[in-house]
């Protein structure tokens, strides 16, 4: 879907609709208008822009996407999202909305509204956070690309942590506990598997196993590996100073993909 059309989108388009052409893909975008940490994040100005407006306008880049709903309870989340083009079919349930509902739940929500108004159900849902506003439209694309191998396993973005798992601690009684037990605290860093992140950027599963699993995280699920930057979630004050540091910068380039060091577009 395609809600800013450019002649600079075409070489994305050319690249992945080929794959894609037989599938069918609603992207979903939860925003609800609660936020404990930072008051109002969704509609928090970043770089001259609310929050929630850099996934909806890279969203819609995305050629693989033929249609992109935001689920949200606050009626000006929903009216930004309408200003970016972006529908919102309902307003989601009070139910839904509060900070002990998981995501998936505001997805599950989603696939019976679809069911319930006799619509078919798409080929995959592709869940994208606002909290992510440096993830590019071609994220999404190769995500996308790489579900469509096998439809059957969900694919959620992940990235290289740098801290292995023997430097994590619990702080207890005032005592540092090592999350993983009976390992050699002195290992070094080059003899221990890296370990990955779930960003919380993208999530990628079919409607029928989602109702079945009720999650992405299945056991199967597969990896879509993004680097540290394009991973940046934002949770507090502290990252959207750092996100707003970013997009300022003379000369940053967010279309860099810095996946083991490569430079990829």
């Known amino acids: 879907m395609k809600l800013n059309s450019t002649a600079d989108d075409v070489d994305h388009e050319r690249q992945f609709s080929h794959i894609w052409c037989l599938m069918s893909c609603i992207a979903v975008i939860p925003a609800r208008g609660g936020s404990k940490a930072v008051p109002g994040k969704n509609l928090k100005e970043l770089a001259g822009k ?9 969203t819609s880049k995305v050629s693989s996407v033929s249609e992109i709903v935001v689920s949200t309870d606050d009626p000006k989340i929903a009216g930004v999202a309408a200003d970016y083009g972006a529908p919102v079919p309902f307003i989601r349930p009070a139910e839904f909305a509060n900070d002990n509902v998981h995501a998936i739940n505001v997805i599950l929500h989603f696939i019976s509204w679809l069911e ?16 992510s506003p440096l993830r590019r439209s071609w994220h999404v694309e190769k ?15 992940v990235y290289r942590s740098l801290t292995p798992l023997i430097s994590l601690r ?75 540091h970013f997009l300022k910068a003379p000369g940053f380039d967010l279309d860099v993909n810095l996946v083991n060091g490569g430079v990829e577009h």
């Open 116 to 131: 319930e108004q006799g619509r078919k159900l798409p080929d995959a849902i592709a869940m994208l956070l606002p909290t």
């Open 50 to 58: 609310p929050l929630i407006a850099w996934t909806l306008e890279e």
């Open 143 to 157: 995500a996308l690309a790489k579900f469509s191998e096998n439809p059957l396993r969900p694919v959620v973005s």
């Open 170 to 244: 619990w702080i207890e009684e005032d005592k540092l506990l090592p999350v993983i037990e009976g390992v050699n605290p002195n290992t070094q860093r080059q003899n221990i598997k890296p370990v990955f992140g779930v960003n919380g950027s993208i999530y990628i599963a079919s409607p029928s196993l989602l109702k079945e699993k009720k999650t992405f995280h299945t056991e199967d699920a597969r990896p879509f590996v993004m680097d540290r930057l394009h991973s940046l979630d934002i949770n507090s004050l502290d990252d959207f100073a750092m996100a707003e």
